[in-house]
């Protein structure tokens, strides 16, 4: 997993880790204002991390709108520590229980 897909689960963890519904735009407003990605990607080049944070069943696409997509979370997610890397990860219950950093078992 790559820094931005940590920092995607991290801004969902802290702003929309509820029953809410959730936009790329907003993610991505959120990681530009708070400087976690670089100032030279666009909501474009996020895409992909979005991608497969629905295939590894953290969230679903419920909607879209030319580039806006709105997201809801299949479960809540938590904060959970890998033994191997020490790095604090957003899961979720129903994910497989791999550090998406490591890949060593949670």
Same mark, same amino acid.
């Given at each position: 997993?790559?820094?931005?897909?940590?920092?995607?689960?991290?801004?969902?963890?802290?702003?929309?880790?509820?029953?809410?519904?959730?936009?790329?735009?907003?993610?991505?407003?959120?990681?530009?204002?708070?400087?976690?990605?670089?100032?030279?990607?666009?909501? #474009?080049?996020? $895409?992909?991390?979005?991608?497969?944070? +629905?295939? @590894?069943? =953290?969230?679903? !696409?419920?909607?879209?709108?030319?580039?806006?997509?709105?997201?809801?979370?299949? #479960?809540?997610? $938590?904060?959970?520590?890998?033994?191997? +890397?020490? @790095?604090? =990860?957003?899961? !979720?219950?129903?994910?497989?229980?791999?550090?998406?950093?490591?890949?060593?078992?949670?």
């Amino acid at each position: 997993m790559s820094d931005v897909s940590l920092e995607i689960r991290n801004a969902i963890f802290a702003k929309f880790n509820s029953d809410e519904r959730f936009t790329n735009d907003q993610i991505f407003a959120e990681l530009q204002n708070t400087n976690k990605i670089e100032k030279s990607l666009t909501i #474009d080049d996020m $895409e992909q991390y979005f991608t497969n944070l +629905c295939d @590894a069943g =953290i969230m679903r !696409n419920i909607a879209q709108n030319f580039t806006t997509q709105w997201f809801k979370l299949f #479960d809540p997610l $938590e904060k959970v520590t890998c033994p191997a +890397c020490k @790095a604090e =990860i957003p899961v !979720n219950k129903s994910e497989e229980k791999n550090c998406p950093l490591c890949n060593a078992a949670i």
